[in-house]
């Protein structure tokens, strides 16, 4: 059983980077069938997929946020993490991490998610 | 920009049969998009409930089922239990790589 969980600043500054980290358990980030997720939800609204990143470090993202993100793997730690730069009171949201099982199709796993807040 | 539509709420009395739908805004959802649905309660995390249109995840109660009706992808839950009351997403592979999740549908089981 894949466990996942989100670690990060709560609160961010206008213009300033949002950095997060997903630690896996349970499982390892070298698998080749996961795909490892990053998705959002503003307050009070619906989901957004990020994007996600393979073992390989490859990656994909929202053609919306694609020139704000980078996302990477680091097998050492067994962790994946998202950065978004240039951020505004708009990227305000509940992070969660996932991992969308390439096999099935499906997102399989879900972090707790963490709250990000960015305001000065 | 590819926009995933679902009704913003409905209502069911318990027992009753509801179905929920997901559409796209330029084209028909076939099994091509690989539907999924998740279940949301409040403070919690999504759950996947259906995959690949009609997969029910392990775990997932029976009254649950998806399947593709007319245009869209549908989420019918038979038998509405209290404990169905959360917000419902779609969730479609637009290819590239990349997924897009419909807005939520807000169900109520009274």
């Known amino acids: 059983q894949v466990q996942l969980q989100e670690s990060g600043p709560g609160l961010v500054k206008p213009s300033e980077t949002l950095s997060l980290t997903c630690t896996v358990s349970g499982g390892s980030v070298f698998s080749g069938t996961h795909y490892w997720s990053w998705i959002r939800q503003p307050p009070g609204k619906g989901l957004e997929w990020i994007g996600y990143?393979?073992?390989?470090?490859?990656?994909n993202y929202n053609p919306s946020l694609k020139s704000r993100l980078t996302m990477s793997v680091d097998r050492s730690k067994n962790q994946f993490s998202l950065k978004v730069n240039s951020v505004t009171a708009a990227d305000t949201a509940v992070y969660y991490c996932?991992?969308?099982?390439?096999?099935?199709?499906?997102?399989?796993?879900w972090g707790q998610g963490t709250q990000v807040t960015v305001s000065s | 920009q590819t926009v995933v539509t679902q009704e913003p709420s409905f209502s069911v009395s318990p027992g009753g049969t509801v179905t929920l739908t997901c559409g796209l805004s330029s084209a028909s959802v076939s099994t091509s998009y690989y539907p999924t649905w998740c279940q949301q309660t409040p403070g919690q995390p999504p759950r996947t409930l259906i995959y690949n249109t009609n997969s029910r995840s392990s775990g997932v109660p029976d009254r649950f089922s998806g399947s593709i009706l007319g245009k869209k992808a549908a989420l019918t839950i038979t038998g509405a239990q209290p404990e169905d009351e959360s917000d419902y997403y779609c969730i479609l592979y637009v290819g590239s790589g990349t997924w897009v999740f419909g807005g939520g549908t807000k169900l109520t089981v009274l």
């Open positions: 996932a991992t969308y099982n390439g096999d099935y199709l499906y997102f399989d796993y």
């Open positions: 990143v393979y073992y390989t470090g490859s990656a």
